[in-house]
């Protein structure tokens, strides 16, 4: 019997594989690191061969860790960053960086190098902007495909296979060339309902008419509730999985958190209107479901098929999230390595002082959290961050105080984000909250004091890691859909409710995050080159 399901999550710096039984239950789960290379500024790159050996080296560690046997495992299934990964024509990689280093064949999702790209696509009248909110981001492909035409022509005229992230996990597991709905759609351009077709009136239009042939584009997506292939002999031997193992389509790694939490999150029943899901990691997504195509400005969507079935998706959030408190640390004197343990202990450390001091702990301190520029309520990569209120306090107490007014922001920011979402999503009130923002309680409960929303997050589950496995039940026809996946695979969810006391507090925090806004826009007024000469600027005061 075949009733177990492996999972692989490959996120920006590790891949992890869970094992799971058909009722839901986590047997294992084992994370490997990989790397992220910085060539130059705003240049990210990785290796695909790096990423493909960790997801080999995770699943073979969880399969250990578990004892399931090869043969128990009905379909695998993989999730990841919407990074793109650049192969010739034989499927050997191809170098993205002005380094030269030939195994940095992999544009991370984070990589900037396209902002000029992203106007010259913004510039292009087409009703493909629409669905993007009315501007594509510089995190998305099709930018980045035309960069590498523009800057790097001998190798646009090498590649052959140009695949987002999860599509290449599957190309390589079974040496298929179909591509997934969820990341075609959704970075692609494709058409929003699976499966879906190429925009290719738009991709003429911005000077990426051969991109099908370069790219190796399908003419159609591949949608949910199908399976990709079994594994090749070759694949299965490196994953230490039989050829019988299925494999579903790939998903973009928020969009199996929210199936996860959506299918499967044991919860109060709401209507779609009065749920988000919110994926809190390097970056944070906001992903909203509904019955019909939900958009406007500030939100990536509409996209059906592209999670869950038959449901439409929109997407908002933050470009950094966890990548800002990373940064924290890092950059901080009393900082450290930003390892999980050590934001652990700043959060249990900020937790007692919050207990003593009470709410106003860390002012005067105020953070704008736009170190990465941003996606939502307007999709800027140029925006900058912003932190008022430093002294010279080099201590530990200094850094928890930096690190509480960071997530206070990042909190703040999220509920902004989702007052400027389109009317017709509707008005959340319950949001169900994953990624490594929601490991912490201290942070769960900011989440709802800060968005007035009732917060549910998995108790001893991974919800992205559960929503591959559930998404390659689906596909491998363990069940009929992913209503009856999460119906079978049900966990645990904590509950979080929202403090009058404590959103009363948080109100001085969202008027500050506003100033800071404005300020930001005067302050960027202000430092605009001057035609005129540097003797002829006075200084205030």
Same mark, same amino acid.
């Given at each position: ?22 009722? $839901? ?36 560690? =969880? ?66 902007? !629409?669905?993007?909110?009315? +501007? ?31 599509? /290449? ?5 079974? !040496? ?26 738009? /991709? ?36 230490? &999985? ?7 389509? !790939?998903?973009?790694?928020? /969009? ?5 939490? /959506? ?13 988000? %899901? ?9 992903? +909203? ?32 999230? $966890? ?44 953070? &704008? ?54 009317? +017709? ?29 009732? %917060?549910? %997050? ?5 919800? %992205?890691? &559960? $929503? ?7 596909? =491998? ?8 996946? !999460? ?19 948080? =109100? ?34």
């Amino acid at each position: 019997m075949r009733n177990h399901l492996l999972a692989v999550d490959v996120g920006t710096g590790s891949a992890r594989a869970g094992v799971f039984d058909l009722s $839901g239950r986590q047997l294992a789960r084992c994370v490997v690191p990989i790397s992220v290379y910085h060539s130059l500024p705003k240049h990210m790159e990785q290796n695909s061969e790096e990423i493909w050996s960790a997801a080999c080296a995770s699943v073979k560690a =969880a399969l250990a860790e578990s004892g399931v046997s090869p043969d128990s495992v009905l379909a695998i299934g993989f999730d990841a960053t919407c990074s793109l990964v650049v192969r010739d024509k034989d499927g050997k990689p191809l170098s993205v960086s002005d380094t030269g280093s030939p195994g940095l064949d992999t544009i991370l999702w984070m990589d900037h190098r396209a902002i000029h790209e992203t106007e010259i696509c913004n510039s292009i009248a087409d009703p493909l902007l !629409g669905r993007f909110g009315g +501007r594509l981001s510089v995190e998305m492909q099709i930018p980045k495909l035309l960069w590498l035409k523009s800057h790097k022509p001998d190798l646009w005229a090498a590649c052959g296979q140009i695949f987002d992230l999860c599509d /290449y996990l599957t190309w390589r597991a079974t !040496g298929s060339s179909a591509r997934s709905h969820s990341p075609l759609a959704s970075k692609w351009g494709y058409t929003p309902e699976a499966p879906g077709s190429p925009p290719m009136d738009y /991709y003429r239009k911005i000077g990426l008419a051969d991109v099908l042939e370069r790219a190796g584009l399908p003419e159609r997506s591949q949608p949910p509730g199908t399976t990709i292939g079994r594994l090749s002999p070759e694949s299965a031997a490196e994953l230490g &999985l039989d050829t019988q193992c299925l494999v579903a389509p !790939g998903l973009i790694d928020a /969009y199996a958190g929210t199936v996860g939490l /959506y299918a499967a999150g044991q919860r109060p029943e709401r209507p779609l209107t009065a749920e988000a %899901v919110l994926i809190a990691g390097t970056s944070s997504c906001i992903v +909203r479901l509904s019955e019909e195509s939900v958009s406007g400005p500030g939100c990536w969507g509409g996209f059906r098929d592209a999670a869950v079935a038959a449901l439409w998706l929109t997407e908002a959030g933050q470009s950094a999230s $966890g990548a800002f408190l990373d940064h924290i640390v890092t950059l901080h004197p009393a900082g450290g390595t930003p390892t999980k343990a050590r934001h652990r202990s700043i959060l249990d450390a900020i937790a007692v002082r919050l207990e003593a001091e009470g709410p106003d702990f860390g002012l005067p301190i105020s953070v &704008l959290p736009d170190l990465h520029g941003t996606r939502s309520p307007v999709s800027d990569p140029l925006l900058t961050g912003i932190v008022a209120g430093l002294d010279l306090d080099r201590s530990e107490l200094s850094l928890l105080k930096l690190y509480w007014r960071s997530c206070v922001a990042l909190a703040c920011s999220i509920s902004h984000i989702i007052a400027h979402q389109p009317s +017709r999503a509707g008005i959340p009130r319950q949001l169900l909250l994953a990624g490594g923002l929601a490991d912490h309680p201290l942070l769960a409960q900011l989440y709802a004091d800060a968005t007035g929303c009732d %917060v549910h %997050v998995p108790v001893d589950c991974d919800a %992205v890691l &559960l $929503g591959c496995a559930l998404h390659a039940g689906v596909a =491998a026809g363990a069940f009929e859909d992913a209503a009856a996946a !999460g119906a079978e695979m049900r966990f645990a969810m904590a509950h979080f409710a929202p403090s009058p006391a404590r959103q009363a507090a948080l =109100a001085r925090d969202h008027a500050l995050l506003k100033a800071m806004m404005r300020h930001r826009d005067e302050l960027a007024s202000l430092a605009r080159p001057s035609a005129a000469p540097a003797s002829a600027v006075s200084m205030a005061g």
